[in-house]
């Protein structure tokens, strides 16, 4: 694969969404060998070795010349915080870029944005060293275009041995594409904290219990509707397309499930995507959600409509300073919030539905004009992440200041603090993603406690403890969507196009009177096939019959 440049500098100006990248940057090189090493044969996992060993430098006393990686973290706009210059920042300069003789720069990525934002920066040769994503088919598509870099399992375990104790199963089975590995990945605990919550005062003055179903949910809009009270919310459906889920038939085929199910592509032609439709266009149409629900293009948006009011229910990522329940109360101090459960959101007769997670969080890249030594860097930066102590103080802060420090070893978090080593917004998360998407203890109850106090605001634990419950009950009814080991090249040709083509006809079946939404739905429909979903469903297909998906 070569990197071409012109061509994504054209689709950048043309499109400036369009998945089209390179791995070109204009870094120097850095660092001169120090003393030769060869790795042990005991190393596990390797497909990329060759039959004489492999030698690797030694820079564990620090490279002898200073070496500069990039980092990228995201940008979610937390008021008050530089999330590429703070007090965590630093301390990572000190404790490890001064250790080793390297520079560690952080690249913001702005998290609503972030493959424009990788695109741009792929384009123009100024992309960070490691190159990241949540979605498989994102990676894949960076991958497609000879932005990543063929990895060496040798090498991550020779200079990353803790990260790669914990990883490297993981990054043997899961990180392989057509002709070697270019995936490294975070671990991936359970977790719980993407909430539903919904207003209590509102389902008692309207005399009616927490709805079980889709259809009670709708009876409660209703009687909020003629209560005088408020809507359901809403907010415009994008990027990420798990919006169907309660509506799958849990009996789906295989092949059907790998098909259709996929986060970064709406399967706007499904039979759940349909039921879904029919129930927004019910819905708005009845005054039951936000008339102008499409105007809510992000979750502070979808927060603030719930803080003031005018909604009862509200979903977000929940952290123990997440301000919306406060700022609730300061508007209706007699308002009550609980957890909305998954069964009230599913149609009657369906099983409570949900995405699962792979085994593995952040799905990372190493830039194709990395050099060795940065390279190595990288790996001994993820190594250094994933020390027990490191990691805590990265996840927790100053001991006596952020948190105290219970008899079991639980951090109990200061609530209020606000010194110069206050933790983000979502405890320093975008941080040490790198190597977990949650804190770890060495129990399972206290890391149960452990995200009480991470995700839950005082007063609010019985939100987590309800959502963990209901995350449990649920837990035969989640599965992960397909992993397909080649590159679906149409995913990336048409993924963006598609994306804003969804938008506009997903808003217009949802507003089409009653009585149009059929006919408004099977031209939505062909429309979507016709820009570029046709393409994908035959590669998908023709990637099934042969068997490249797991």
Known sequence: MKC??????????????????????????????TDAISVSESTQGSADTAESPVVYEDYSNGFAERVTIQIP???????????????????????????????????????????????????SGKAPDIIFHYDMPQMLSY?????????????????????????????????????????????????????????KDWLDQVNMEMPTCLEELNEVLTAWKEAGLGNG????????????????????SEEDHALYSDLSVAAFTWEPTYAYLKNLNYQYNNGLIDREFYLNTDEAAVQADFISGAAGICKFYIANNTPVFDSLLINDPNAEVVFLPQAARTPAGNKPQDRAYWPFGMIMGVNQSTTDEERAAIWMYLNWMSDADNLFFLQNGVEGDNYTLADSGLA???????????????????????????AVYDTEELNIQANLNNWAPAGYE??????????????AYRRPDALFNVVIASIAEYKSELNEK??????????APEDQFEDTYIAACNEFLAAGYQNILNEKQAAIAAGDYR
């Open 502 to 511: 969804w938008k506009e006809l997903y808003v217009k079946c949802v507003m």
């Open 462 to 475: 019985y939100i987590i403890e309800d959502a963990y419950q209901d995350y449990m009950a649920n837990a």
């Open 4 to 33: 071409n440049r012109k061509r994504i500098a054209a689709l950048v100006m043309a499109a400036a969404m369009t998945i089209g990248v390179c791995g070109c940057t204009d870094k120097s090189q850095d660092a001169n060998a």
């Open 143 to 199: 991958y497609a275009e000879g932005a990543m870099q063929k990895l060496d399992m040798d090498e991550i375990a020779y200079y990353a041995p803790a990260y790669w104790e914990k990883m490297g199963e993981t990054i043997s089975a899961y990180g392989v594409v057509e002709d070697g590995h270019y995936f490294a990945f975070a671990d991936r605990p359970e977790a719980y904290n993407y909430v539903h919550i919904i207003r």
């Open 233 to 252: 919310g809403g907010g415009l459906e994008q990027n990420a397309f798990i919006y169907d889920y309660p509506f799958r038939d849990f009996d789906m």
């Open 412 to 438: 109990v978090k200061n609530i209020g603090f606000s010194g110069v080593s206050v933790l983000s917004d979502n405890n320093n998360k975008d941080y040490w993603c790198l190597v977990t998407e949650s």
């Open 73 to 123: 973290v995201y940008d979610r706009a937390f008021e008050g915080w530089n999330v590429t210059n703070n007090y965590y920042t630093q301390w990572i300069q000190e404790e490890f870029g001064e250790k080793y003789n390297v520079n560690v720069e952080f690249i913001a990525i702005t998290r609503s944005s972030e493959v424009n934002d990788f695109m741009q920066l792929l384009a």
